[in-house]
């Protein structure tokens, strides 16, 4: 079974024009902290990061420690 983390940014969704640069530098910082755990693709929809493990063998439970420490998150949730 595959498995993805979904993260809910918290306040970052209401800055204005400049948000796109908020937007990649949380991805920077989230793609920093799953980088010890295994390959991760991580992207951005609709105010919600998709983590997605690119290999089976990525560290799920330190991933999972991990999202829950990113600053800029409100709430994650594991899909």
Known sequence: MHEI???KL???VLKGQNRKQFENKLRQ???RRMRAYGD???YIIQS???VEPKTTTCDLEGAWGA???VFG???VARA
């Open 5 to 7: 983390f979904l993260l």
């Open 48 to 50: 919600t990061v998709y």
């Open 29 to 31: 910082n989230v793609r």
């Open 67 to 69: 999202c829950k420490q």
């Open 73 to 75: 998150i409100a709430a």
């Open 10 to 12: 918290g306040e970052i």
């Open 40 to 42: 991760f693709e991580i």
